[in-house]
């Protein structure tokens, strides 16, 4: 059984910054590609940020570039996401996700809230 528990998140101030975690049991990360996603209400789940098995690669989309930065630890069987500059529209759950390579995964974690006040 595939489990990945998200942390990390909570209330932060505008121009803040935070680092959630993704731990995860029942699969070795290195193995596998990891992303980051986030849905906001109302809107569709978007990713932030992906890593390919054995974290050679690194894929951000263009409107994430910049203040987002995914890492691994292998050793931890736990992968990052690291936000910086953060702004009120960043207000989401926020979603990691396993799988066999990018852009197809197969788990995801239950998510956890990042609130951004002004």
């Known amino acids: 059984q595939v489990q990945l528990v998200e942390s990390g998140g909570g209330l932060v101030q505008a121009g803040g910054s935070l680092r959630l975690s993704c731990a995860g049991s029942?699969?070795?990360?290195?193995?596998?590609?990891m992303g980051w996603f986030r849905q906001a209400p109302g809107k569709e789940r978007e990713l932030i940020a992906a890593?390919?098995?054995?974290?050679?690669?690194?894929y951000y989309p263009d409107s994430m570039k910049g203040r987002f930065s995914i890492s691994k630890d292998n050793a931890k069987n736990t992968v990052y996401l690291q936000m910086i500059s953060l702004k009120p529209e960043d207000t989401a759950v926020y979603y990691c996700?396993?799988?066999?390579?990018?852009?197809?995964?197969?788990?995801w974690g239950q998510g956890t809230q990042v609130t951004v006040s002004s």
């Open positions: 029942g699969r070795t990360f290195n193995n596998y590609a």
């Open positions: 890593v390919s098995r054995g974290g050679g690669s690194q």
């Open positions: 996700a396993t799988g066999p390579k990018l852009g197809a995964y197969d788990y």
